[in-house]
T-cell receptor, first 110, second 112 residues
Framework: TQLLEQSPQFLSIQEGENLTVYCNSS?????LQWYRQEPGEGPVLLVT?????EVKKLKRLTFQFGDARKDSSLHITAAQPGDTGLYLC??????????FGTGTRLLVSP | DVKVTQSSRYLVKRTGEKVFLECVQD?????MFWYRQDPGLGLRLIYF???????EKGDIPEGYSVSREKKERFSLILESASTNQTSMYLC???????????FGQGTRLTVV
């Protein structure tokens, strides 16, 4: 079983604060994705990173893929209540399987 | 618009019952997946299918089976439900050439 560990497991912050979520593995992935899941819904894709060292930005969200393609981070600048949700990283094994991380639950209070 | 539909949002079943969870996608995707989601454990893969009548075990297949008789439909079967199978079940599909997975809204199953 390929494990993707996320940290922290839970984060509660005030609106306007910055935060970083980490996704780590001992395995190498051909690509890595970040999803966000809201209550009562399935996860929805935010971004896919493919190249080691790659950085992608989506408005206030910055995603980075580690040089060795084993880890990734998600940084949110000036968090807003609308950012509240469960953030999941997922690694593509190259055999059509997606392996998901343990999840980070983010709560942003006004 | 892309759509993955799971047959039930909520289900309550008794221990020992045979349970069917149905998933239908309208995107002509080759790959379909069943995950179970538990707090602190993320999504764990139960089974996936890469073509009609083809299936592969995921990380936690014990107590489950699957059926894929048509490309658009992937069923998860609990042969004899047990209380430790109480969980949120998520179905997903994806095209074999792309990495993005599309999820259904989930089925919250309670086994009593």
């Amino acid at each position: 079983t390929q494990l993707l560990e996320q940290s922290p497991q839970f984060l509660s912050i005030q609106e306007g604060e910055n935060l970083t979520v980490y996704c780590n593995s001992s395995s190498v992935f051909s690509s890595l994705q970040w999803y966000r899941q809201e209550p009562g819904e399935g996860p929805v894709l935010l971004v896919t990173v493919v190249t080691g060292g790659e950085v992608k930005k989506l408005k206030r969200l910055t995603f980075q893929f580690g040089d060795a393609r084993k880890d990734s981070s998600l940084h949110i600048t000036a968090a807003q209540p609308g950012d509240t949700g469960l953030y999941l990283c997922a690694g593509n094994t190259g055999f059509q399987k997606l392996v998901f991380g343990t999840g980070t639950r983010l709560l942003v209070s006004p | 618009d892309v759509k993955v539909t799971q047959s039930s949002r909520y289900l309550v079943k008794r221990t020992g019952e045979k349970v069917f969870l149905e998933c239908v996608q309208d995107m002509d995707h080759e790959n379909m997946f069943w995950y179970r989601q538990d707090p602190g454990l993320g999504l764990r893969l139960i089974y996936f299918s890469y073509d009609v009548k083809m299936k592969e075990k995921g990380d936690i297949p014990e107590g489950y089976s699957v059926s894929r008789e048509k490309k658009e439909r992937f069923s998860l079967i609990l042969e004899s439900a047990s209380t430790n199978q109480t969980s949120m079940y998520l179905c997903a599909s994806k095209d074999k050439l792309n990495t993005e997975a599309f999820f259904g809204q989930g089925t919250r199953l309670t086994v009593v």
